[in-house]
C-alpha cells in the first residue's frame, strides 16, 4: 500500500478545473480502481464512465497525462513512484461532466455509414466465405468502440469545424471492413472520400499508437482504403479501366 | 418539481445488451415503433464480455450434430431442472438465430469449406460453438448494433430521406435507467419511469408492453465476472410490479476467473481456453479433474489422460476430457482443491495451455485472453500458466416466463428474455449457450410483445401522475438525505455477505446468517444519502440500484434455504445429494404484501413432455426422475435411432 | 503560420488551457526525424549538385544519386544505358532527369508522409498534442492531393530499382577484367537488396499485389504475394530509414574511393 498523488479534471461544460487527490493506492491496481476509491471515500460524485473493467467494453477512455488511454487498462506500475497522476477527460468531445464526455459525435457518424448490404438471392445458412476472405474486416470489427482513435486525431481535435465532414478514423475504418467485406454488394470508395472525408486524414497514424486492441488502423484500414479511392477517383487508367468496363 | 420528459412508444425495451436488441429488432419488423433503453453507452451492454462463442447445432464440424443432440446436453447441464420447452425451442432455432446474424454482417471464424466454424465447449457433446476468436460477445453485440442502424437508414430511405437515419420508429436511449415499471390500476404495464443518468432528469416512457432485458445480478457478489450494470434491475422491477421470480438460488459461477491482482479478480477467464485444449492443474501438476467427474456423467467423460488427449483430435473414438465439465462441477471441484491445500500462490488452481500448444497457435486462437493478462496481469499465457479461480458470472434464476411468448407471468404486458428471464437454463447453465439463449428468446420476446400490442387494437393504457410523483419523491430521496449512509459501503458490504454466505457452497446456518445481514442493509438502505448534484452523480446511481440488488439477495438467500438438495448452480453443504423430489419443484419468488420483502413458495414443474423423454435412455432419467414420473414411459422409446448412430 | 484559438477552448470542451499534458518527451521523436531529414537532403543536394566522385570507372561503382547515367556529360564507361542527350551545362546536374521520381515516391510514401507532417508541419507534432495551425484541409486539396498518384512514382521506382540492380551486376567487374569482389561490390548489393525490400514493401505495391481484391480465396497466388508483401510491409517504416542510411553510405563510399582518400577493400580481384 502506498500513497498516489492524483490530479483530475472536475468540472463540466461552463467551466471546470484540475483537483488534487491524495489517494490509497494498491500492488496490482489500475487507474480506474483508484478513481474508483476517490468516487468511495472522497468524491461519491465525481463522474466517471466504466463497464467492463477489463479493456474489452471500451467506455472507461480518457487521457492520463495528458495520452488518451484507457483507465482500465493503465496500470500503476507504469508511473515512477511518487509520479503525479493527471486525469482529463477526452478533449475532442463535449464535457458533460468530470471525466464523462459526450461522445454522440460518433453515433452520429455511425448513422451515416450505410449497414452492410447483404447480397441479393442468398439466404441465410447459405453464407460461404473463406477464413483468408473475412480475415481483414475481422481484425476491425475487433473494435471495442472506445473513440480513442476519434479522440487523439487531430483532424478534429484540433479543428472543431472539421468534424461536418470527417467521421474520423473509426467510421473510416467501418468503411474499409465493409468494401472488405467478401459479400457485401455496395462499392464504398467513393463516398468515403466525398462523403467521409478520408481526404482529411494525412496518416500521421495516432489512431494506430492509441488503440487499446492494437488494430492496425493506419497501415491495415485507411491507407488501404485511400489506395482504393485512388483506383475510382484520382489514377487516371483506374478511372479509364472503369469506364470501359462499365460499358 | 422539475419538467418531465415523456415519451410514447408501443414497446419498451429495457436493456440493450444481445436480447434487447434482438427483440428490438424483431418488434420493429412487426412493424411497431420501439424504444430501447440502454444504460450505458449503446453497444457496451455486458454481453460484449461473452467470450467463448454462440451455441448452435448447425453441425459443421460434426454432422452428427442436430437440435435433439443440443436439447438433450442442455437439459443434462441443467440437471432436469430446466424449462424443457424453453430448451427445445432453443435448441431448435438457434442455428437459424445464428445464420441470420451473417445476414446483418457477422464474420463469424470459417471453415475449410467456408461455413461457420465451431468450437468445443463444456458440456457440449460435440463442436459446437460458433465463434470469433475469444471475442464472440462483441460480435454479436456489435452486429446488432449495426442491425439497428441499418434498420433505422431503410426508415430513413422510407421517410424519404436522401442518406442518413431516422430513429422515429426505433430509438436508443443511452445512459438513462428506469426505476419503476407503471401500471394500470388493474396491473397491466403501462409504462417506466427513470432517469437519465447525464443529467438526472426524469423521463416517463408511455407504453402498453415492456420487455426487460436486463440481464444478470451479479454486482451483489463480491468476486465477479459482471459490470457495474449487472445489479438485477429488471428483476426488482418486475418483482416491484407484481411478477415472480424463478429459481433464484441457482447462480453460477465460472470456474475461471482471474484471482490476481486483487484489482482484477473475477474477471473472466474463457472456457474456450480449455475447449482449445488447456487443463487445470493443482500445485502438484496433476490434472485433478480426472478425481472430481461425477457418477451421472462418468459414461461420457475420458478416464485417462491419453484418451482425453487423444479426443481433441478424434472425438468419434475418445471421451472428452474432464477439464470440460460442466461449469458447476469444475467450479466445485476448483474450491475443493484450494481447500485442501492444493491451490496456486493466490488461491486459485493453474490453467495451463503453454504446455499445450504452439505459441502462434495460443495467439491466433486466444488473442484477447493472450492481451488480458499480458496488460493487466503481466502474465505471458504462452509461457506459463494461468492461476483461475471460480468467480459469480451468470444466474439461471430469473423473472418467471411464458417458453413460446417470453410474458412474464402475473403482469400482462411484461416481457422478459436473456438473463433477466429464468428456467431456460435449470441449474446449471452451459457455456455458449447464454448467447444463443439471447438470440432466440430476444426473438421470441419481441414477437410476443408485439402480438401483444397488437391484440390491444389501440387502446393503450393511460399513466396515472399519482405513481409517477411517487417515483420522483423515491429518486430523489438519497440527494435531498442531508447526511445517512454512504451507498457505497452498504454495497461493499452487501457484496461481502453473499460472496461469504451465499456463495459457491452454502450451509443452512450460513444462508441463515446472511438474511439477519440482510435485513439490516435492507433497513440501512433506507437511509442512503448522496451528496453532490444530480448530473452524473455515481453515489446517487448506486443508491438507487441498491434497492434492486438487496431485493435480488433476499430471493436468492431464501430460495437457497428452502432448496435442501445440491444441484447445479446451487450446493448445499447440508444437503450434499441431488434429489429426485426437488427436481419436480421451481420455487417462486414474490414481493411481500407490504412490500419490504420477499417470499418464496415452491411450485411443481409441468411434466417433460413424452417425446422429449424419449431422447433420452431410461438409465440415465432415472438418475434425476422419481421412478413415478418414468412409469408412464413407453419401453421402446427409448432408444430412437440416432442414439445408435451416435453410438457407433 | 497563424496561431489556432486553443482546441480545448472550443465551446463545450473541458477547459484545458495547456497545449497537451503529456509529460513524457512527445517533441524529441519529431525533432530527431527533422534533423536526420534535414541532413540527409542537405547532403544529397550537395552531392547532386557538385557532380563528382560517383564514379570508380575501375571496379565500375557508380553512384545511385547519379544512375542511370544518360548523358554525355558522365564517363562514357558509366553510359550503360547509351548516351540519350547531350552535355549537360555545368549549373544543371544530370540527376534531374531521375532523381525526381525517386525523390517523387519517397515524399509521396505513406511513411515519409507520417514522418514530415509531423516533423515538419507540426500537423501534428506528436499524438495529443494540438498544432500550430488554425485550419486544415488534409490531403483533399491541390497541392496534397497528388499524393494520391504515390502508386505512379512506386511505378517510377520499381524501374530505377532495376537500374540500380544493373549497377550492382557491373559492381562485380574486377580490376584486370572478369570478376571481382570489393567492399564497394557489398555495399552496393546490400543496398539494392533493402532498396528492393523498401520498393516492394510500399503501400501501394500491397494494394496493386492483392489489396485492391474483395476475394483472396479466388486468387491464391496473389494472396501469397499479398501476404508477403503484408510483411514487409509491415516493416516499411524500418526500410524507410535503412535505406536512407544505404543510400548515404554507398554513395558516400563511392565518393571517397573515386576521389582516391583511400583504395576499395578488395576481396578478390
Partial sequence: ?247 | ?648 | MTRAASPSLTAGRATIPARTLRTDRWWQAPLITAVLLTLWVAYATVRVFTQRAYFVERYHYLSPFTSPCVTASCPSAARDLGTWLPHFPPFLPFGVLFLPFLLGFRVTCYYYRRAYYRAFWQSPPACAVAEPHGKYSGETRFPLIIQNLHRYFFGAAVLLSLVNTWDAIRAFQGKTGGIGLGLGTLIMVANVVLLWAYTVSCHSCRHIVGGRLRSFSRHPIRYRAWTFVSKLNAKHMQLAWTTLATLLITDGYIALVSAGVFGDLRIYN
Fill in chain 2, 1 to 648: 418539481m422539475d419538467q418531465l420528459e415523456k415519451h410514447s412508444y408501443d414497446v419498451l425495451i429495457i436493456g440493450a445488451g444481445g436480447s434487447g436488441l434482438r427483440a428490438a429488432i424483431a418488434a420493429h419488423e412487426a412493424g411497431l415503433r420501439v424504444a430501447i433503453i440502454c444504460k450505458s453507452l449503446f453497444g457496451k451492454a455486458h454481453t460484449v464480455m461473452a467470450e467463448g462463442g454462440v451455441a448452435a447445432a448447425m453441425g459443421n464440424r460434426n454432422p452428427h450434430d442436430n437440435w435433439r443432440v443440443h436439447f438433450r446436453d442442455t437439459m443434462r447441464g441443467g440437471k432436469f431442472l430446466n424449462n424443457w420447452r424453453m430448451a427445445e425451442l432453443h435448441a431448435k432455432e438457434s442455428p437459424d438465430r445464428v445464420w441470420e446474424l451473417e445476414t446483418y454482417g457477422a464474420l463469424f471464424d470459417r471453415t475449410k469449406d467456408g461455413k461457420i466454424s465451431q468450437r468445443n465447449f463444456g458440456g457440449h457433446e460435440y463442436p459446437r460453438l460458433a465463434h470469433v476468436g475469444d471475442r464472440t460477445g462483441l460480435e454479436l453485440i456489435r452486429t446488432m448494433q449495426q442491425k439497428i442502424v441499418s434498420l433505422q437508414q431503410d426508415d430513413a430511405r422510407r421517410a424519404g430521406m436522401p442518406s442518413g437515419a431516422h430513429d422515429g420508429r426505433l430509438k436508443v436511449f443511452a445512459e438513462l435507467t428506469v426505476t419503476e415499471l407503471l401500471l394500470t390500476p388493474s396491473g397491466a404495464v403501462s409504462g417506466a419511469f427513470g432517469y437519465w443518468r447525464e443529467t438526472g432528469r426524469f423521463v416517463v416512457f408511455k407504453a402498453p408492453a415492456v420487455i426487460i432485458a436486463t440481464g444478470g445480478i451479479g454486482k451483489s457478489f463480491k468476486v465477479t465476472s459482471n459490470s457495474w450494470e449487472c445489479t438485477g434491475d429488471g428483476m426488482g422491477l418486475a418483482l416491484r410490479a407484481g411478477s415472480t421470480l424463478l429459481n433464484m438460488e441457482f447462480v453460477q459461477f465460472h470456474p475461471t476467473g482471474m484471482v490476481w491482482p486483487p484489482s482484477v479478480k473475477g474477471i473472466l477467464v474463457t472456457e474456450g481456453v480449455r475447449g482449445d485444449g488447456g487443463v487445470l492443474r493443482n500445485s502438484e501438476g496433476k490434472r485433478f479433474m480426472f478425481d472430481y467427474v461425477p457418477d451421472v456423467f462418468r459414461a461420457q467423460y475420458a478416464e485417462t489422460e491419453d484418451e482425453a488427449d487423444r479426443w481433441y483430435d478424434d472425438p468419434d473414438h475418445n471421451k472428452r476430457t474432464p477439464d470440460l465439465l460442466p461449469r458447476d462441477e469444475v467450479a466445485r471441484a476448483i474450491n475443493a482443491e484450494v481447500k485442501a491445500g492444493r491451490g496456486s500462490p493466490h488461491g486459485g488452481v493453474f490453467l495451463d495451455i503453454a504446455s499445450r500448444l504452439p505459441k502462434d497457435e495460443i495467439l491466433r486462437r486466444l488473442p484477447s485472453m493472450t492481451h488480458q493478462f499480458k496488460e493487466l496481469a503481466d502474465v505471458d499465457i504462452t509461457a506459463e500458466p494461468m492461476e483461475v479461480g471460480p468467480t459469480c458470472h451468470y444466474v439461471m434464476g430469473g423473472i418467471e416466463v411464458d417458453a413460446d411468448t417470453a410474458a412474464a407471468a402475473r403482469v400482462p404486458g411484461l416481457f422478459s428474455c436473456g438473463e433477466a428471464a429464468g428456467g431456460m437454463h435449470g441449474s446449471n447453465r452451459l457455456g455458449g449457450n447464454s448467447l444463443s439463449d439471447l438470440l432466440v428468446f430476444g426473438r421470441r420476446a419481441g414477437e410476443g410483445a408485439a402480438a401483444y400490442v397488437k391484440a390491444l387494437q389501440g387502446s393503450y393504457p393511460v399513466v396515472p401522475q399519482v405513481q409517477v410523483n411517487e417515483c420522483m419523491q423515491t429518486a430523489l430521496a438519497p440527494l435531498e438525505r442531508a447526511d445517512g449512509e454512504s451507498p457505497y459501503v452498504v454495497h461493499q458490504e452487501l457484496q461481502q455477505v453473499m460472496n461469504d454466505l451465499v456463495g459457491i457452497i452454502r450451509r443452512a446456518d450460513e444462508i441463515q446468517h446472511a438474511l439477519d445481514v440482510l435485513e439490516k442493509l435492507n433497513e440501512r438502505s433506507r437511509h442512503l444519502a448522496a451528496s453532490g448534484p444530480r448530473d452524473f452523480n455515481p453515489g446517487w446511481h448506486l443508491a438507487l440500484d441498491l434497492r434492486n440488488m438487496l431485493l435480488i439477495a433476499e430471493c436468492i438467500a431464501r430460495a437457497a434455504l428452502l432448496r435442501e438438495e445440491s444441484r447445479g448452480g446451487h450446493t448445499r453443504d447440508d444437503y450434499p445429494a441431488m434429489s429426485e423430489e426437488w427436481r419436480k419443484v421451481n420455487l417462486i419468488c414474490s414481493l411481500s404484501a407490504d412490500g419490504r420483502s420477499v417470499e418464496v413458495v415452491k411450485q411443481e414443474m409441468p411434466p417433460m413432455r413424452g417425446d422429449l423423454m424419449a431422447l433420452f435412455s431410461v438409465e440415465e432419467l432415472k438418475k434425476y426422475f422419481t421412478p413415478e414420473e418414468l412409469q408412464h414411459l413407453p419401453a421402446e422409446d427409448r432408444t430412437d435411432v440416432e442414439r445408435k448412430v451416435e453410438v457407433s
Fill in chain 1, 1 to 247: 500500500m502506498a500513497q498516489g498523488h492524483f490530479r483530475v479534471w472536475r468540472g463540466n461544460a461552463e467551466g471546470g478545473d484540475l483537483v488534487d487527490y491524495d489517494v490509497e493506492v494498491n500492488e496490482g491496481e489500475v487507474v480506474l480502481d483508484v478513481i474508483h476509491r476517490l468516487q468511495a471515500t472522497q468524491a461519491g460524485d465525481l463522474a466517471v464512465r466504466w463497464n467492463c473493467k477489463a479493456g474489452k467494453c471500451g467506455s472507461c477512455s480518457a487521457e492520463i497525462n495528458g495520452r488518451p488511454r484507457l483507465m482500465c487498462m493503465t496500470r500503476m506500475s507504469v508511473f515512477a513512484p511518487g509520479e503525479t497522476v493527471t486525469v482529463t477527460p477526452m478533449r475532442t468531445f463535449p464535457v458533460m461532466k468530470d471525466l464523462v464526455t459526450d461522445v454522440s459525435y460518433n453515433y452520429a457518424k455511425a448513422q451515416e455509414v450505410p449497414a452492410f448490404a447483404p447480397p441479393p438471392g442468398l439466404a441465410p445458412g447459405e453464407y460461404r466465405m473463406a477464413q483468408e476472405d473475412v480475415a481483414r474486416s475481422q481484425e476491425f470489427r475487433k473494435c471495442i468502440e472506445c473513440f480513442l482513435c476519434q479522440n487523439v486525431c487531430h483532424v478534429i481535435r484540433d479543428h472543431e469545424e472539421n468534424k461536418q465532414a470527417y467521421s474520423g478514423p473509426r467510421f473510416l475504418m467501418r468503411i474499409a471492413e465493409l468494401d472488405m467485406h467478401p459479400l457485401d454488394s455496395l462499392d464504398r470508395k467513393r463516398s468515403a472520400q466525398d462523403d467521409h472525408g478520408l481526404g482529411y486524414c494525412n496518416i500521421t497514424k495516432c489512431c494506430t499508437e492509441v488503440c487499446p486492441e492494437g488494430i492496425k488502423i493506419t497501415d491495415n484500414g485507411l491507407i488501404p482504403l485511400k489506395e482504393r479511392v485512388v483506383d475510382r477517383k484520382f489514377d487516371p487508367l483506374g478511372v479509364l479501366k472503369q469506364k470501359l468496363t462499365r460499358r
